[in-house]
């Protein structure tokens, strides 16, 4: 008898992770081909040197939170490979100093309005704004809201423009006018609705567990160690590195995949690819699905890594990196002290290696070619840390539609389009588009397309 075949389209986290699902469940059971269109595997983790050492394009690390990603690599057997930032803090530059985030903020948001001011990165009367989150009323009902219309009735415009903005620039590159609580800060959005007030809701939600919020990890050679370590446990699986599939089609009750001239008859496929080509995909199979993800927009982002032949001295002596606002009119969003957070990294010497996100474009500096994005980009840093000297070399890394945009009532058109994807059992959706952005969001999502996917082929 004929295996069922199952299709996995793109090669990122989402899809190796759903492919060892298969793999792990079904075992010979079923025939899975993974196809990626680019040259290799791994989607957005990737990375190469400068100067001499490594450096992170994508994500340099992950948060480890419930335990899941942590379960995930005791099954890929790299649990002992896992590292930790040697320093970790944010910082925010405030358009004339750079400022410490305040201890126990979570996603930018002050525990306290004392501890706000006391940073220095709001004023006297905007703390004072901050206590009415002590006695406005709440716990938070009705629909969505978005996080600037939420966070500034609580806790006032400098709070969201000081603390919060700076934070989710880089995080989930848009603008909080237009953000998702519910999506973007699921954390933020149930204390939201579960107490009065979110600072008070903070602090006694750290008290409660006990947790470090947030822990970061990576692994002792960078982040592809897990992309080898999902490759390598996809023994049985067809993978068709540089091959993109151009279109499905029906065919009774199994699918049609095309690949340039190849073709490949399928039992089930996981569409795991951002929602701008998932939506050219699905349209002639099950196009009441296209409206949806037409909602579910992309930004374009670069990261811009930096060797300085001096100013080591330049830092200030605490953190891992800067972020900045959009009220500071920088290109840059967020900056990473990439060889002090990780000394495997280390140039050596007066030497150091910074890393840029440039996740805003308000004058298209992201059509620039690459040396001179990243001279806009050294312009930033130089003035933002009193850097001497220009940077000795650069490396430019653009990702295009690779950040989700969770506006306002994303997780409710989720949900619709998930009602709209039960009609079509053989075909499953998974990805950062839909359901988190994080490393661990992906692997949930690709792990739990496969079970829907498994259930539908085997019964």
Do not use: N
Request: with cysteine.
């Amino acid at each position: 008898m004929r295996r069922p075949v199952v299709a996995v389209i793109g090669g990122g986290v989402t899809g190796l992770g759903a492919v060892v699902t298969i793999e792990e469940a079904a075992g010979d059971q079923i025939r899975t081909v993974l196809f990626e269109s680019s040259t290799r595997l791994g989607g957005v983790i990737r990375g190469g040197k400068l100067g001499g050492v490594y450096v992170e394009d994508g994500p340099d690390s992950f948060i480890e939170r419930d335990g899941y990603m942590l379960e995930w690599c005791r099954r890929l057997g790299i649990e002992d490979r896992l590292t930790e930032p040697a320093i970790f803090g944010a910082l925010i530059y405030d358009g004339r100093a750079i400022r410490p985030m305040p201890a126990g903020s979570l996603f930018g948001i002050p525990p306290s309005a004392h501890a706000a001011r006391r940073s220095g990165l709001v004023s006297f009367r905007g703390a004072l704004r901050a206590l009415g989150d002590h006695v406005l009323p709440g716990p938070l009902k009705g629909p969505d809201v978005s996080v600037e219309s939420y966070l500034t009735g609580r806790l006032g415009r400098e709070v969201v423009e000081r603390m919060v903005d700076p934070l989710l620039a880089g995080a989930r590159s848009g603008d909080v006018g237009s953000l998702s609580l519910a999506a973007a800060l699921p954390d933020i959005d149930r204390i939201a609705r579960s107490r009065r007030g979110v600072m008070r809701g903070i602090r006694r939600g750290a008290r409660s567990t006990g947790a470090e919020l947030p822990r970061f990890r990576s692994f002792d050679k960078g982040m592809p160690v897990l992309v080898r370590a999902l490759s390598d446990h996809c023994r049985r699986a067809d993978v068709r590195v540089g091959e993109a599939v151009t279109r499905i089609e029906r065919s009774g009750k199994t699918f049609v995949v095309r690949s340039g001239t190849r073709r490949l008859r399928a039992d089930a496929i996981i569409i795991a690819t951002p929602a701008p080509h998932a939506l050219g995909l699905l349209t002639p199979v099950l196009p009441d699905a296209v409206p949806i993800l037409a909602t579910v927009e992309h930004a374009s982002v670069a990261v811009v890594s930096l060797l300085y032949a001096q100013g080591r001295d330049a830092l200030p002596e605490s953190g891992s990196g800067v972020l900045i606002p959009s009220s500071a009119e920088r290109v840059v969003s967020a900056c990473t002290f990439y060889s002090r957070k990780w000394p495997v990294s280390d140039p050596g010497g007066d030497a150091l290696v910074l890393r840029a996100v440039v996740a805003r474009d308000p004058a298209g500096v992201l059509d620039h070619d690459d040396r001179s994005l990243s001279k806009v980009v050294d312009g930033d840093l130089r003035e933002v840390l009193g850097l001497r000297a220009p940077a000795a070399s650069a490396r430019v890394t653009r990702w295009s539609e690779a950040l989700p945009r969770y506006e306002v009532g994303h997780l409710d058109r989720m949900r619709e389009l998930d009602a709209i994807m039960a009609t079509a059992p053989g075909i499953a959706l998974a990805g950062s588009s839909y359901g988190g952005p994080g490393i661990p969001d992906c692997l949930r999502s690709g792990s739990a397309a496969a079970t829907r996917i498994l259930s539908h082929v085997l019964g």
